[in-house]
């Protein structure tokens, strides 16, 4: 079972830039596609992006595509996310999870406890 441990949350304002990471243990981290989701007060959680194990090869929520970036680093056990022209709507809690196929958000069985983000008008 993997353990996910995520950072970089915070207060920003519109416009602003913010990068999460989550640190991963107790499993081969490259085994897993990795992936962030976030969840709004009073709403679903929602798939932001994802990244295959090995290969680079990523995904995007339409709402996020072009601000956002998911990268890896099989190295250190960590994966990110880069988000840049923050809007208020991006204010949520966002999870990382570990899963089977990047592009299958139902694969994602592992979860961090999650880091809030809050963009400011």
């Known amino acids: 079972q993997v353990q996910l441990v995520e950072s970089g949350g915070g207060l920003v304002q519109a416009g602003g830039s913010l990068r999460l990471s989550c640190a991963a243990s107790?499993?081969?981290?490259?085994?897993?596609?990795m992936g962030w989701f976030r969840q709004a007060p009073g709403k679903e959680r929602e798939f932001v992006a994802a990244i295959r194990r090995s290969s680079g090869i990523t995904y995007y929520a339409n709402s996020v595509k072009g601000r956002f970036t998911i990268s890896r680093d099989n190295a250190k056990n960590t994966v990110y996310l880069q988000m840049n022209n923050l809007k208020p709507e991006d204010t949520a809690v966002y999870s990382c999870?570990?899963?089977?196929?990047?592009?299958?958000?139902?694969?994602?069985?592992?979860w961090g406890q999650g880091t809030q983000v809050t963009v400011s008008s």
């Open positions: 999870a570990a899963g089977e196929v990047a592009g299958d958000p139902s694969s994602f069985r592992s």
């Open positions: 107790g499993s081969t981290f490259s085994r897993y596609a």
